[in-house]
């Protein structure tokens, strides 16, 4: 079973920076992706950006030029500095993992962490 547990989430100005953090933890033989979604009140979740163990990345175009993803690959852990946030940014941020672990393919969510950005 793999765990993830995300950080970083609050409360911010328009135009303000946040960092969020996850990191996975449990039995992990590997992990192929690394990502983050968003949802908002009564919208569907969606993805914020993704990025693979070989550092391949994909970014929704919402965000593009104003969010960055990272991962430390030795630390299982992965990152989104978000610069220039605006209040359409404000959702809940889930962290999500896939990869393998005992033998077994894996794809695992956190429990979210709440940005809200006031104008």
């Known amino acids: 079973q793999v765990q993830l547990v995300e950080s970083g989430g609050g409360l911010v100005q328009a135009g303000g920076s946040l960092r969020l953090s996850c990191a996975a933890s449990g039995s992990i033989f590997s992990i192929n992706a690394m990502g983050w979604y968003r949802q908002a009140p009564g919208k569907q979740r969606e993805l914020v950006a993704a990025m693979t163990s070989r550092g391949s990345t994909n970014y929704a175009d919402s965000v593009k030029g104003r969010f960055t993803i990272s991962r430390d690959n030795a630390k299982n852990t992965v990152y989104l500095q978000m610069n220039s946030l605006k209040p359409e940014d404000t959702a809940v941020y889930y962290c999500?993992?896939?990869?393998?672990?005992?033998?077994?393919?894996?794809?695992?969510w956190g429990q979210g962490t709440q940005v809200t950005v006031s104008s």
């Open positions: 999500n993992a896939q990869g393998y672990s005992d033998y077994r393919v894996f794809d695992s």
